[in-house]
């Protein structure tokens, strides 16, 4: 027997989406219009609302590369609101890097990095004072011989338990893993002065509570490509869950680096007022209680250590990983390598 029923289906997935795009459609004209009273460099025809992400592909510095023998060494894209300028010789890169570096300085700021701390670190921060300030105290405070030099026993016994460890153990080892740790316990000396396995956060966020786990998630979330960062549109939509992902982490990060700090500062309520800052973290308590033009708070100190902690665990580790990699790929170079 026939049924004329008629079934409804609720769509509410459509009906949300519906506003902001019909807002867009509306929007477009506006910012053709605008965008063609600029004079930009050579461009390939886009697409409305994405613009070039389609002309990236799965290797995009390749496929810029091809761009670039069409377009020029100075060509001008799209990715999705984005505007980009991409400089593909040496000349034009050197233009960019050095003669107008003021006028190209300025940094994007990813969904992920403004939930882990507002893009108060120096990765993200934006050309200004507080900047300017977080770079001086970097090169005069931390980057320096003096630095170095008291820490020099101790990065060569991390480095020995590390060899004496690789030697005897029979399984497996995964390179990537001992540099990790090797690099965070380094960095964890030179800036805090505390032992980087003892660092952990006393809440309990996700299935660890590591300094190294979480500051591995927030360099994962912030290599995954976010649809939201160049289409503010579909940014509170959250599709791909990156802001679920973050917020976990971004707690754990926050509590840590909230009770190292915290206990810092019982520790130098009990000096004596005229002792010398003993590391990097007791510099910019000193800062932040004595700069007045530039208000330093708990949020900038933990986006700093943050930062040099996720700067010298992804760039260090990644370099020796290479190194190793080539010296296993030229068998010749090793033995040279060895014999000295």
């Known amino acids: 027997m026939e049924s004329n029923d008629t079934y409804v289906y609720p769509l509410p997935s459509l009906s949300l989406a519906l506003p902001p795009f019909l807002l867009l459609c509306a929007l477009l004209p506006i910012f053709y219009l605008r965008r063609s009273r600029l004079r930009l460099p050579p461009t390939p025809r886009g697409i409305p609302i994405i613009g070039h992400l389609h002309l990236l592909g799965t290797k995009p510095h390749r496929s810029l590369s091809e761009l670039s023998k069409r377009y020029g060494p100075l060509m001008s894209l799209r990715f999705g609101s984005v505007p980009v300028i991409i400089a593909s010789s040496p000349a034009t890169a050197r233009l960019i890097l050095q003669k107008y570096d003021h006028i190209f300085a300025g940094r994007t700021r990813p969904a992920v990095a403004m939930q882990v701390d507002e893009c108060k670190n120096i990765s993200f921060s934006q050309p200004g004072p507080y900047l300017k300030l977080m770079r001086q105290l970097c090169f005069s405070e931390l980057f320096i011989n003096k630095r170095l030099e008291s820490s020099r026993s101790f990065i060569f016994n991390e480095i020995r338990h590390l060899l004496r460890e690789v030697v005897g153990s029979s399984d497996k080892v995964f390179v990537r893993e001992k540099l990790h740790e090797i690099t965070v316990s380094i960095i964890s000396r030179m800036t805090i002065s505390k032992n980087a396995k003892d660092i952990v956060s006393h809440v309990s966020v996700g299935t660890?509570?590591?300094?190294?786990?979480?500051?591995?998630?927030?360099?994962d979330l912030l290599g995954i490509f976010n649809i939201g960062d160049y289409i503010p549109l579909l940014g509170w939509m959250d599709f791909?869950?990156?802001?679920?992902?973050?917020?976990?982490?971004?707690?754990?990060?926050?509590?840590?680096?909230?009770?190292?700090?915290?206990?810092?500062?019982?520790?130098?309520?009990?000096?004596?007022?005229?002792?010398?800052?003993?590391?990097?973290?007791?510099?910019?308590?000193?800062?932040?209680?004595r700069q007045t033009e530039v208000p330093i708070t708990d949020l900038h100190i933990t986006g700093v250590l943050g930062d040099l902690?996720?700067?010298?665990?992804?760039?260090?580790?990644?370099?020796?990983?290479?190194?190793?990699?080539?010296?296993?790929?030229?068998?010749?170079?090793?033995?040279?390598?060895?014999?000295?």
């Open 208 to 219: 660890s509570n590591s300094l190294l786990s979480a500051l591995l998630e927030v360099l």
């Open 309 to 340: 902690f996720a700067a010298g665990i992804d760039t260090s580790t990644v370099t020796i990983e290479w190194a190793l990699a080539e010296l296993l790929r030229h068998p010749h170079i090793l033995k040279k390598v060895q014999s000295n």
């Open 240 to 289: 791909q869950g990156m802001s679920r992902r973050t917020k976990p982490v971004s707690q754990k990060l926050r509590t840590i680096f909230g009770e190292v700090i915290n206990e810092r500062r019982k520790e130098r309520q009990k000096r004596d007022s005229e002792t010398a800052d003993a590391d990097f973290l007791d510099v910019l308590l000193t800062t932040s209680s």
